[in-house]
Structures are given as C-alpha cells and as structure tokens.
C-alpha cells in the first residue's frame, strides 16, 4: 500500500504538472450537466456493473442504465434503474428519454448505425446524446 508520504509525493506531482487540467470524466460529467434539465429521463448506454454515472445523476433525474453486464448493482426500487440489454434492440418505446449518455461503449458496437438509429428512435425531439470515447 501506499504510505503517506507516497501520496504526498504524488500530490506534489500532480500539481506541478496537472493543476487546472480536466480530463475526460470531468470533461463528461460537465457535459452531461451542461444539458441535463431537472426531471429529465436518462438513458445510460453501456452503464457498467456498477452504473456509476447513473447513480451520479439520480439527484436531477429519473435514470435508466442498460449493459449486457449479467449483474447490475440496483435494487431497480428506484432511480437509477438497471437493465440487461443490447444496445441494437432497446427495449423501451419511442422518445422515452431526454438525454442518451455513453461512456466507452461506440468503440465495441459491431453495428454502431444501428445502435445510434435505436438512440434517435428513443430520444424525444430536441433531447441530447452525449458520447465520450477513448479512440
């Protein structure tokens, strides 16, 4: 593990050469707020076992996570709920959600036009997809 004085170490390094730097998940999160509205219904693609931006979003929104993922950790009692899906065949009726969030999930798709006609078809009119990937 590390010791105290590592971390100390480590902070000093960071702020000498990361201070004021964002990185990509602060960069999402901003853009996820940026767009999100009180009361919005939330699609995250691809949210992961653990549907940590969902849950990160719940305070402001009613959210829905989908991963192919066997277990996902919600007692699916309340926001945010979790399913098991596949993005090509989303499981919910037109213009269901506000706003589409995916974090690292495009690069996988083996049919993403597919995948991205599935978000146009569940997202209301004037509702937002916001995408990050790391290639």
């Known amino acids: 593990m590390f010791s105290d004085e590592d971390r100390k170490k480590c ?7 990361y201070r004021g730097r964002k990185f990509h998940d ?4 901003e853009m996820i707020h940026k767009h999100l509205r009180a009361g919005q219904r939330v699609l995250d693609a691809g949210c992961g076992r653990y549907l940590t931006f969902c849950k990160n979003l719940t305070p402001a929104a009613w959210v829905v996570g989908i991963d192919m993922e066997p277990a996902l950790e ?6 945010p709920f979790g399913i098991r899906g596949n993005l090509d065949t989303l499981p919910f009726a037109d213009a269901s959600f506000d706003m589409i969030i995916s974090r690292s999930v495009v690069e ?7 995948v991205f006609r599935e978000f146009a078809r569940v997202l209301r009119p004037g509702g937002k997809v916001v995408i990050i990937t790391p290639n």
Do not use: G, I
Request: proline share 8%; charged share 25%; hydrophobic share 15%.
């Open 26 to 29: 602060s960069l999402y999160r």
């Open 108 to 114: 996988h798709l083996a049919d993403p036009p597919r």
């Open 11 to 17: 902070d000093e390094l960071y702020n000498r050469y």
């Open 74 to 79: 919600t007692t699916n009692q309340s926001s």
